[in-house]
């Protein structure tokens, strides 16, 4: 039984980017709770998206609070610029971060909220000195780099894992998921405890984005879903 409001961040990556300020405006005017952004740099992922001009761009129309995922190399170089571009939420990858606690620390003291990213072959308890610090979990369901990739069944596992360390430490972390989330999982996604819901592709390939994003907000799909 769900019992609790969750949240649905959809991914501007899958969006248009010919007619980017119409999908923001959509977005606006969805049940979308924050808009999620992913930033790639060919390096921790091979593939390049978003820089500094473009987020600027999204934060001059988005009404919605800006949740931007770095999947870059060494993030604390760039923590202001990301500040100053308008995320109100930005998460690194434990991966990517040599001093992740003073990543974070920095992060909270440019007054955004914090949150840490594994990839599908790192393991929870990797976050164990870390999640008491963190507003946000975030566990990739896929591989990071692509959209529109199958989900990564053992990731259910990771979820519960994630749970049961965030109340072993009284951390107040939501715990998002990002890859592969659609009409097939998303229920079975929030039972397992999940806080927050990115979807790219399940939103932005449906004639009707804002559907898919109710449909995810209220776990009610049609049955041609």
């Known amino acids: 039984m769900i019992n609790k409001q969750h949240l649905v961040a959809p991914s501007i990556l ?3 980017f010919t007619n980017l ?8 005017n969805s049940e979308a709770d924050w808009i999620h952004v992913d930033v790639m740099d060919g390096h921790f992922v091979p593939n390049i998206t978003l820089g500094f001009p473009v987020i600027s761009q999204i934060k001059k129309h988005a009404k919605k609070p800006l949740d931007v995922h770095l ?8 923590l202001e610029e990301f500040k100053y571009a308008g995320a109100d ?4 990858h434990y991966e990517a971060c040599t001093h992740l ?5 920095r992060i909270k003291s440019l007054g955004m909220k914090a949150g840490v990213s594994i990839v599908p072959h790192s393991q929870v308890l990797l976050l164990e000195d870390i999640i008491a610090e963190l507003d946000l979990v975030l566990i990739m369901s896929v591989n990071p780099g692509f959209g529109g990739q199958k989900f990564i069944e053992n990731s259910y596992k990771k979820i519960k894992q994630t749970k049961e360390l965030i109340r072993a430490t009284n951390s107040n ?7 592969g989330v659609d009409a097939n999982n998303a229920r079975l ?9 990115v979807a790219g ?9 804002k559907e898919h994003i109710m449909q995810l907000k209220t776990l009610k799909f049609s049955k041609t879903e």
């Open 101 to 105: 606690h003073s990543t974070i620390q």
């Open 14 to 16: 899958s969006a248009d």
């Open 21 to 28: 300020e119409s999908a923001i405006k959509l977005l606006n």
């Open 71 to 78: 999947m870059i190399s060494k993030p604390e170089r760039y």
């Open 201 to 209: 592709s399940y939103v932005f390939s449906h004639k009707n984005p």
């Open 173 to 179: 972390a939501l715990i998002q998921i990002d890859g």
């Open 189 to 197: 996604l929030i039972e397992a405890g999940v806080d927050v819901l």
């Open 89 to 92: 939420i930005l998460t690194v």
